[in-house]
Nanobody, 124 residues
Framework: VQLQASGGGSAQAGGSLRLSCVASGRHFSINAVAWYRQGPGKQRELVAAITRGGDINYADSVRGRFTISRDSAKNMIYLQMNSLKPEDTAVYYC???????????????????WGQGTLVTVSS
């Protein structure tokens, strides 16, 4: 399963951006999705996630400003980012985990896939 992220770019502090991520492949089902980010000189961190059970979790630093959502019918994952701050500057990665049918064996296999990253730059 391949993920393709888009929507990054530049914004002023206080502005908004919406990231999108589309999953493609054959015979797969997504159970959980998430957005991560990696700022300059920092480790990759979890920004927001929708768990397998449907719970939604946010990092403390983005709670109340960012909203994660998914459109299962379109295999899309979104991150709406409002009230952006310079410290939100990072490369953002989408992540999805689920199951996929292995055609050769007709059995289910777990997958955990990452998008290629999209750069968000917030200026003060």
């Amino acid at each position: 399963v391949q993920l393709q992220a888009s929507g990054g770019g530049s914004a002023q502090a206080g502005g908004s951006l919406r990231l999108s991520c589309v999953a493609s492949g054959r015979h797969f089902s997504i159970n959980a999705v998430a957005w991560y980010r990696q700022g300059p000189g920092k480790q990759r961190e979890l920004v927001a996630a929708i768990t397998r059970g449907g719970d939604i979790n946010y990092a403390d630093s983005v709670r109340g400003r960012f909203t994660i959502s998914r459109d299962s019918a379109k295999n899309m994952i979104y991150l709406q980012m409002n009230s952006l701050k310079p410290e939100d500057t990072a490369v953002y990665y989408c992540n999805a985990e689920g199951t996929q049918v292995v055609v050769a064996t007709a059995r289910l296999s777990d997958f955990n896939s990452w998008g290629q990253g999209t750069l968000v730059t917030v200026s003060s």
